[in-house]
C-alpha cells in the first residue's frame, strides 16, 4: 500500500531535549515536505526536499533541521525543543515539485513543557 | 504572497442537505487545488484534486470545482450526513514559489446534524 508513515504518533518532551521525527514513503517520491499546524495560523511548510541532498527553507524553519539521506526518508529534527514548538506535524511527499498530488503522513501530535 | 480563504469559517446543516464550501485564491498561477477532510485532532484526508487545466472532479456525493482565472474553488456535498461533520481544507499548489508548498486556508468545520 502506497503510504507516507510518521513516527512517533504521539510525543510530550521537556524543553531542550532533543528529538527526531521520523518520515518515511514508500512511492519512490522524490519531493518530501514537513508542515506544521497550529489553531489560527492553519498548515505552514517548515523545510522541504526536492531530492536526495537537498534539503531548503519553508515559511518557518526556526528551530528545526531536515536531512535527506536517501529517497524514502526526511526526518524532521529538533535539536532544543521549546513550547512553541508544540504542534501537529504533518510529512508529506509527491512525485516531484510540480503538478503532482502530495500525499500526507497521519500527523504527529508533539507537546513540549 | 499567496493567500487562500475559505468562507464560512463554520456552518451547520440538517441531514440531507446539499451545500457548497468555498475556497477563494489570490494568485492564479497555480498546478492544482486540493480538497481535504480532517477529523479533530487527526490527519488529513485527501478527497479531490483539481490540476489547473480542469474545472471539475467528481467523487460520490462531492464535486468541486475550479475557476482559475477569478481565483476560486467550490465543493459542493449532496445529501449531507452527520459522517461528513469535519473540518474541510482547501490548499493551492503555486508554480512560481520555490518548494512548490501547498497554501492551505484555514477551513471550513461542518457540522450536520441528524
Known amino acids: 500500500e502506497a503510504q507516507v508513515t510518521q513516527n512517533p504518533r504521539y510525543l510530550i518532551t521537556v524543553t531542550g531535549k532533543k528529538l527526531t521525527v521520523t518520515c518515511s514513503q514508500n512511492?519512490?517520491?522524490?519531493?518530501m515536505s514537513w508542515y506544521r499546524q497550529d489553531p489560527g495560523l492553519g498548515l505552514r511548510q517548515i523545510y522541504y526536499?526536492?531530492?536526495?541532498?537537498?534539503?531548503d527553507k519553508g515559511d518557518v524553519p526556526e528551530g528545526y533541521k531536515v536531512s535527506r539521506k536517501e529517497k524514502r526518508n526526511f526526518p524532521l529534527i529538533l535539536e532544543s525543543p521549546s513550547p512553541n514548538q508544540t504542534s501537529l506535524y504533518f510529512c508529506?511527499?509527491?512525485?516531484?515539485?510540480?503538478?503532482?498530488?502530495?500525499?500526507f503522513g497521519p500527523g504527529t501530535r508533539l507537546t513540549v513543557t | 504572497k499567496q493567500e487562500v480563504t475559505q468562507i464560512p469559517a463554520a456552518l451547520s446543516v440538517p441531514e440531507g442537505e446539499n451545500l457548497v464550501l468555498n475556497c477563494s485564491f489570490t494568485d492564479s498561477a497555480i498546478y492544482n487545488l486540493q480538497w481535504f477532510r480532517q477529523d479533530p485532532g487527526k490527519g488529513l484526508t485527501s478527497l479531490l484534486l483539481i490540476q489547473s487545466s480542469q474545472r471539475e472532479q467528481t467523487s460520490g456525493r462531492l464535486n468541486a470545482s475550479l475557476d482559475k482565472s477569478s481565483g476560486r474553488s467550490t465543493l459542493y456535498i449532496a445529501a449531507s450526513q452527520p459522517g461528513d461533520s469535519a473540518t474541510y481544507l482547501c490548499a493551492v499548489r503555486l508554480i512560481n514559489q520555490a518548494g512548490t508548498a501547498l497554501i492551505f486556508g484555514k477551513g471550513t468545520t461542518l457540522s450536520v446534524s441528524s
Open positions: 508529506a511527499s509527491s512525485l516531484t515539485a510540480g503538478p503532482y498530488e502530495q500525499y
Open positions: 512511492m519512490n517520491h522524490e519531493y
Open positions: 526536499s526536492m531530492n536526495v541532498e537537498v534539503t
